[in-house]
């Protein structure tokens, strides 16, 4: 995908979303994935008042030029004065200035999001890697410390039986009837 350009905040940022919500390596991607969301974040907040405040600025010129044309004739038809209005280049320069602000929110929003989603990614391929490692008896330096591992048949019967519990009444059912 091509970098996207974003000028929020006086700031000009340009977004590789390639490499930034790629996930490579989960400990290095932890590292780095709540600073990036606190960012974007960030961003997004100061896109939200620059809309807020592009679109005040828009409404304030546009009541002050209709009030401006109607002071001028008072007789000028609503749709008259709109059309007036919207020929103005100064209209179609604010309108722009508004669109692009309406953009950098909707991207800033939408980084912060992938990186929300990109967290909890991460946290499932850490979760599984460690059940991975647990499995086969192997251990992380966190896992250490940790006495007493399971064997994978004691873990395999552990899985069968959350997956299959209704199975096991069943067959308990089953026995008690013979």
């Given at each position: ?67 401006a044309l109607l002071d001028e004739d008072p007789k000028l038809a609503e ?100």
């Open positions: 995908m091509k970098p996207i350009d974003l000028s929020i905040n006086g700031e000009t940022v340009t977004v590789d979303t390639d490499s930034l919500l790629v996930i490579n390596d989960v400990g290095g991607d932890m590292d780095v994935v709540a600073a990036q969301m606190g960012y974007w974040a960030t961003l997004h907040a100061s896109a939200e008042r620059e809309r807020v405040q592009a679109d005040a600025y828009y409404r304030q010129w546009r009541a002050e030029s209709g009030k749709w008259k004065v709109k059309q007036l209005i919207e020929e103005n280049k100064t209209f179609k320069t604010l309108k722009s200035a508004l669109s692009e602000a309406v953009r950098n929110v909707t991207i800033a929003k939408g980084l912060y999001d992938a990186l929300k989603t990109k967290a909890n990614m991460l946290q499932s391929k850490g979760a599984m890697m460690r059940a991975e490692l647990d499995a086969t008896s192997m251990s992380t330096s966190s896992e250490a410390r940790r006495t007493g591992k399971r064997s994978t048949e004691s873990l395999n019967a552990g899985v069968r039986g959350t997956f299959s519990k209704s199975d096991v009444k069943k067959k308990n059912k089953k026995t008690t009837k013979a």
